[in-house]
């Protein structure tokens, strides 16, 4: 359908791959690299989050500048 045809030509993260490697400024492997760099920092901030402390109701809103 329609959203994984965009999913397929409209990722930025493909296009910016395809694009530096088109261009010779980052291989395939560091690329690769990049990539499983950025997973390791996803996944060591999600075990952060989990084992912080619940977040206190009466301040969970502080700083947040979404106004809905």
């Known amino acids: 359908g329609e959203i994984e045809r965009l999913r397929a030509e409209r990722d930025a993260l493909k296009i910016f791959r395809a694009r530096a490697a088109d261009a010779g400024l980052l291989t395939a492997s560091e690329l ?37």
């Open 32 to 68: 690769d690299v990049i990539d499983g760099e950025v997973a390791e920092l996803i996944e060591a901030a999600v075990v952060e989050a989990q084992a912080a402390e619940p977040c206190d109701p009466a301040t969970v809103a502080e700083d947040v500048y979404a106004v809905y």
